[in-house]
């Protein structure tokens, strides 16, 4: 049990000291607060010199709260929650089964085996919480960790159930099984839940350097490594691509009239309404501070003019709230496409630039490809 607490322990203070680096996730702290509450509860069952109801109470509220945070840290990275109704709920269990097993009906081997079980389903239900909301090799590690841990304490409990004077053979199997298999489950959790913390910066990286904070499109570093990968791709499969430049109309007078908030908000409504228009393959990035980058997989000049088109007109009909004022804009829209221009990223933007220019020219609120 020390080597338990102390590993355990230990992958608390991983999980702490990555919390004191960044800005720490939520899950994060409540993993390690889950952690050291189940520490104190295995180190209280050891502690002697308390009467037995006070010690049993102690040691299964204090564990149950442990596995109740580590609940609700897993929710949390499912992206949902875990009420604090239900927290008190799994606190309050293994306190009514101890209360009942030494005062109503005093019976060690009772106490032991129902809490055993209680804590093994506990565990499975974290198992289940991974399954249902993550992926990955963290999330695989750490519910092996968890099945694991939930067969150990279910089948131990439930042997004392069924035989709770036994001291065979298969009790000695049984505990030395859950000796070997316990300690390895808690390995398991903890290495796991490091690779699911690990993972999950990793994405909030990968985020901050690809998409743009005010609009939630890519940005332009990300828009010329995917653009070119698409490019390559449909050159490959000798698919035409084609590409739009989208710049707001007369937006220094939006931000003029308005202020920059509207402005702002006329940008994200922008970005919000081409991505729910796009396929899975294409991609929408913002260029500068009020242009946008369309790239569309499979699409010919002529096509492209007609979905630039439409969405126009879509920009054209809507109309944007922010800050108690209603405001109304258009977008001048340059297409090119690989037809034309061949498969270089960088040339087919500048064209579709230059027909943006081209439509400014034209009176604005209008496409050109060129
Ligand atoms: N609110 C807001 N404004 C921005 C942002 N980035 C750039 N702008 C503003 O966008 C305006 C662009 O103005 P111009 O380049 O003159 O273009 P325009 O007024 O749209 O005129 P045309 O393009 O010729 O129709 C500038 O006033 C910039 O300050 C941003 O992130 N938010």
């Known amino acids: 049990m020390l080597v338990q607490i102390a590993f355990t322990l230990l992958t608390t203070g991983l999980l702490i000291s990555a919390a004191l680096y960044t800005d720490s996730l939520k899950e994060q702290r409540l993993w390690a607060m889950g952690n050291i509450a189940s520490c104190l509860g295995l180190a209280l069952g050891a502690a002697t010199g308390l009467p037995d109801l006070v010690h049993a109470c102690l040691s299964y509220g204090v564990m ?23 927290m008190v709920g799994i606190v309050l269990v293994p306190l009514a089964v101890t209360a009942y097993f030494t005062l109503v009906q005093p019976s060690l081997p009772a106490r032991l085996a129902l809490t055993g079980m209680y804590f093994g389903v506990l565990n499975w239900v974290c198992a289940a919480t991974l399954l249902r909301h993550g992926n990955g090799h963290g999330v695989s590690v750490t519910v092996v960790g968890f099945v694991a841990l939930g067969v150990s304490l279910f089948v131990r409990g439930g042997y004392l159930l069924v035989n ?19 300690p390895l489950g808690q390995v398991c959790v903890m290495f796991g839940l490091i690779l699911m913390v690990v993972r999950r910066y990793a994405e909030r990286l990968r985020m901050l350097s690809t998409i743009d904070a005010l609009t939630g499109a890519l940005n332009r570093a990300a828009l010329e490594l995917q653009g070119q990968r698409i490019m390559q791709r449909a050159r490959q499969g000798l698919r035409s691509v084609a590409v739009v430049m989208i710049d707001a109309d007369h937006f220094k007078q939006i931000n003029d009239s308005f202020g920059h908030p509207v402005g702002d908000e006329v ?35 002529t096509s492209a003019v007609n979905v630039a088109e439409r969405l126009r007109q879509l920009v054209e009909q809507a109309t944007v709230t922010a800050e108690g004022q209603s405001v109304r804009y258009t977008v001048s829209m340059g297409v090119t496409s690989s037809g034309i221009h061949g498969y270089n990223l960088m040339q087919l933007i500048s064209a579709a630039d230059a027909a943006m220019y081209e439509a400014k020219r034209a009176g604005r609120n209008r496409v050109h490809s060129g």
Request: cysteine-free.
């Open 64 to 86: 149950g709260l442990g596995l109740a945070l580590i609940l609700r840290g897993l929710r949390i990275f499912g992206r949902q929650e875990l009420g604090i109704g239900w």
């Open 164 to 182: 709770p004077q036994a001291s065979d053979q298969a009790a000695m199997e049984i505990m030395n099984f859950t000796l070997f298999v316990i």
């Open 267 to 301: 940008l994200r409504h922008l970005s919000v309404l081409l991505m729910g228009q796009l396929r899975p393959n294409d991609l929408l990035a913002r260029y500068g501070g009020e242009e946008f980058v369309l790239v569309l997989d499979g699409l010919n000049s």
